[in-house]
């Protein structure tokens, strides 16, 4: 090795030096390296594989939440959320603004699915009696796009374009009024003159949800019947759009928020995002995180020590070595330097190579989801919201750039001890010794 | 095995390294502890959610005339129209061993009026003293009492007393259907209002003591639509349910005892389903310790190899390295252990009985299975998990050792100690 | 509930005798009816029986009636409920509570409950529809049951009526023009409920049916039945009677 001189250039040839040290003792370590070097492979792997599937399942979640509920983003007058009440409604003004707002080229491409929607609380009747209904009337196709529950259909149909006296039931209330598809009903609520309505409607499909609150009470009927019916024309309670990714969700509510400021100010409308309208799941999921970081602390503690273990091994063998380089001119700085890169390059390779594996056999493996419906019940209800058993996992960059910085960050900590050590070595004592 | 030189080998090498012994041993350690403390949460989370499903409102035993469910009609009264002596039926109940706590119940439908709102409501009509000791959701009033009996007073849900613009010493109206067909109404003073966190309550329950209820709705004393009991343990309802069934004085027509499990069959498999995630975690867990081991006692061997030499060279067998080895692990297991449970439990009994609450992290109450989750990280014990997370260290700690113990036993005496 | 039931009374009777003629045009008749009603008053006193499974009771009311839009019914008995009473005007439903000396408003929620315990339902009290508005008349019988010579008529909805019934028919005695029964018949042709009259009377000057009796199909041993005492047309009574402060008059 040649002797450094003080020169700008001495400080670059030594960080050769110490990156070419540091990796020919991991290579001379090898079968060392190569097992702390699994533990955070299988670690790595099991960071990404329980991430992108976790943040999978949530995603799912909150795109089941939603759907049933307002959407990512809704929506409404101000009082409509605990009013309930036919005169808490968007003027048709209102809702051409959102409409148009979310057609508007920065948003557009970020949206999947838009519903307007009037919500109307009311009476069903039958000849065999009568039970309290929440009706929402929807247009069909974008209904159908937007929610789930056209899907959850069990007899007839849903909704399609024409329909005028159509009725899309749950199964609970057609069971309490005894109807069945194609039997009349009547619903009635107060109109927007104050007075009481009746709307007479046809079952044209039953759905089942399995949650009873849904089953016996909600109707779907055509937008434009309710519109007739309660007598606000293309008024809408509110409107909802669903997203590609609930990321999005702070971009296209502050957008809106922009677009409808005048709205905003005369108290006409509100914009929430789907956290404001549907606290329960996200809770639900801040607690599931909540659970994962934990374990995942856990492990990479462990590993960690592993880490520790492996690296301060290899320090206080190398005495002696470390003591020729001190005396060669390498400063204790940079001999703790060594000491670390060997620890962070043994973390960045394996952790690289665990998030790699896990990134792909994830996805080969897992890509068109897990079916988990063997081990859950069939009426898993978490917050409202009917759990689906098939899980498919989400990579996202964000995701994978927190996971690099947590295993660089767990190699540079278990790093520093051992490099201290190495730094700490008192030269002259460590040449006098063999080991 | 004891007195076996291997064995005090092992201990003696602990000491050799400390430093990796001890960076080992807490590797371990904290497997252990992690497992016992993520089950202990988990079984937690699900005990709240039991607890909260069964003694929030309901108990963890219903006890109706035969006919009563589904439709819960009001004239299906326990001992039919003849009723029962209802103290008599109670004190059996609370007879029994299993049982802490056993109220009766009448319920009613009708509507509630403010001046200026009505809403339909459903009317529960309780015995305060034991209705405390039951169940949970009257124990912290967000405002006021509790009614007292022959006041003419009653409490409501939250959401209720807001969608009828009321407040603590309001009158309401409440009109309810009659036993004999009356329109049974009358003024009653609110005196307080509860939050249970479940909305469906809040907004439709109306809660008074039994005997107004009977004298509104026309029915007398005897007569009661059903008798909740709180169990010791949610987990022996069932069984006590069975027991009641076959020690409760025969009353006509046929009545029916019946325990949460068979009215929430999906909180049930929810919890079955949870249990069986334990095994992954342990698996995890220690799967991932299991390298650390293995490099370190790969390490340690290696570094002793001179005296597996020797030993050889004096006419050790290898399976006498071997004992040493797997000794040397099986110390470093024990250490880990007592590390690991010293770590844990003084956590484990603090959390359990002064559980910290996490409501910074969320902003609202969750449910889950129709049951509401305070957050908090709340643990539960369950000894025989600690005893398989016990094994499972000292499997791992084994199993690591298993290879440099085979590989030290095939150490060439003579080379190694020449010096290659 | 009154209007109905002047309605269905009026429905089966003609009342100016120079205008009985043998037409058979149910439209006819029933435009007759309906014009007659129309800005027509009355009161009446009768007494309700409602035999259910599980009680019976047994209520006499005071009831006044203006057009189609307004009722007011009183009771006068049994006396611990004396005082209690019901407004209806123009689909709004009242009910005045003499004990807690309180009025409630009865939610749109609460339109399919029973009123005062019977089989009628609040619901049927406030039904604007008058049955020539929501259905079609057809006669479907001329000739005689029983002895007696009668009409039937079918009465079928009209496409957009907003009611439950599959259809209606009722039966009508052609000699005096007096109903005798009406069967309410859900969409699968099958009978849910049946109104029954009798007790044919001269009442406020006009020939009327004195009971009516509702019997569900489903519960057959439970009925409703209501008895005319005193019945006049024509009060002098106008809108400002039925005003929430009459509701809460004792008398």
Known sequence: MRQSQDSPRSSSSHVGVIVRLAFRNLRRQLRRSILTAMAMIVGGWLLIFSFSLGDGMHETWIDSGIRTSGGHVTVEQPEFQLSRKIEDRLSTNVRQRVEQALESPVIKPHVVAVSSRLTVTGLASSSAGSRPARIIAVDPIDEAVFGTLDEQVIDGRYLEPGDELAGYVGRGLIDALDLRVGSRFVVQAQDTEQEIAGQLLRVVGIFETGLSEIDQSVIHIPLVTGGAWVGSGRDVTNVGVVLTDSEIVPVVTAYLERDLDTSISTGDAKVMDWQESNPPLSAAIAIDNFGNYLVYGILFMIIAFGIVNTVLMSVLHRHREFGVLQALGLTPGETGAIVLVEGLSLTAISGCLGVGLGLLTTWYFFGDGIDLSSLAPDDMEFSGVVIDPYVYPLFRGTRLAQVFAFILFIGAVASIYPAVRAATINTVEAMKFDR | MLESPWLRIGWRNLGRNRKRTTLTALGLAIGFAANVLLVGWVEGLQAEMVESATSLVNGQIEIHDAEFRPDRSMFDTIGGRAGVDVDALLRAVDADTAVVAAAPRVYAGGLVSSGEATSAGMFMGIDPARELVLTRFLDQLVEGRLPVSGQNELVVGEEMARQLSAAVDDELVVVASGADGSMANDLYRLVGIFRSGLTELDATFAVMPIGDLQALMVLPPSRIHEIAVATTDPWIAETTALRLRDTLPGVEPAIEVVSWDVLNPAMVDYVALADSMHFIIIFIVFGIALFGVANATLMATYERRREFAVMLALGATPRSIWSTVLSEALAVALVSLVIGAGLIFPVMVWFHNAPPDMSWLLDSDVTLMGALLSPSLRVEYNPSFWLTCAVALIVTAVIAALYPAFRAGRTPPADTLSGL | ?251
């Open chain 3, 1 to 251: 509930m009154n209007k109905r039931l002047v309605g269905m009374v009026v429905a089966g009777c003609v009342v100016v005798p120079s205008l009985v003629t043998a037409q058979t045009d149910p439209l006819e008749i029933m435009n007759r009816v309906d014009r007659l009603l129309r800005g027509d008053s009355s009161r009446g006193v009768a007494t309700m029986e409602v035999v259910t499974e599980n009680w019976e009771r047994e209520m006499t009311m005071e009831l006044w009636s203006l057009g189609t839009d307004y009722s007011l019914v009183r009771l006068r008995a049994p006396r611990k409920e004396a005082g209690t009473a019901t407004l209806m005007a123009d689909d709004d439903i009242w009910n005045y509570l003499p004990k807690v000396d309180r009025t409630i408003k009865i939610p749109s929620s609460m339109m399919g409950g029973a009123w005062m315990g019977s089989h009628f339902t609040n619901d049927d009290l406030v039904k604007e529809s008058q049955l020539i508005d929501d259905y079609e008349v057809e006669l479907v019988f001329d000739g005689d049951r029983d002895g007696v010579t009668v009409w039937e008529f079918r009465l079928t909805p009209k496409p957009d009526a907003a009611v439950v019934w599959g259809h209606i028919e009722y039966q009508v005695q052609q000699d005096n023009y007096m109903p005798l029964w009406t069967r309410f018949y859900d969409e699968d042709g099958d009978l849910s409920r049946t109104m029954t009259y009798s007790d044919f009377s001269e009442l406020g000057g006009r020939l009327v049916p004195a009971v009516m009796e509702m019997q569900p199909v489903d519960k057959p041993g439970e009925r409703t039945a209501i008895t005319y005492q005193e019945l006049e047309f024509d009060v002098d009574i106008d809108q400002s009677f039925f005003s929430l402060r009459n509701l809460q008059r004792q008398r």
